[in-house]
């Protein structure tokens, strides 16, 4: 069974930095598109961004653009999430899931593989 785990999360001050990581084990990373969403109390989850199976490409939700990047080491099976300029409104539990199919969707029924999340929590 595949499996992702999340880690890094925590508590920063507003305009701070924090970096999520994301190990998978049981499926051949390289195959998998990577994403990362989120869901904050009482809304829906929503996409932050994604990573195509060399990490050559990426795509990013607006409201994270130039704040957040993703980027992906295949020999260590790790999807990495830097976040920087952390807000108040980045206050959430992070995801990562796995996409076989390489849509590079932002959908998240497009995933098929989820971790258990990790609370990310800014204070201002």
């Known amino acids: 069974q595949v499996q992702l785990e999340e880690s890094g999360g925590g508590l920063v001050q507003a305009g701070g930095s924090l970096r999520l990581s994301c190990t998978a084990s049981?499926?051949?990373?390289?195959?998998?598109?990577m994403g990362w969403f989120r869901q904050a109390p009482g809304k829906e989850r929503e996409f932050v961004g994604c990573?195509?199976?060399?990490?050559?490409?990426?795509n990013y939700a607006d409201s994270v653009k130039g704040r957040f990047t993703i980027s992906r080491d295949n020999g260590k099976n790790t999807v990495y999430l830097q976040m920087n300029s952390l807000e108040s409104e980045d206050t959430a539990v992070y995801y990562c899931a796995g996409d076989l199919y390489g849509s590079m969707s932002p959908t998240p029924r497009s995933y098929e593989n989820w971790g258990q999340g990790t609370q990310v929590t800014v204070s201002s």
């Open positions: 049981r499926l051949t990373f390289s195959r998998y598109v």
């Open positions: 990573i195509s199976r060399s990490g050559g490409s990426t």
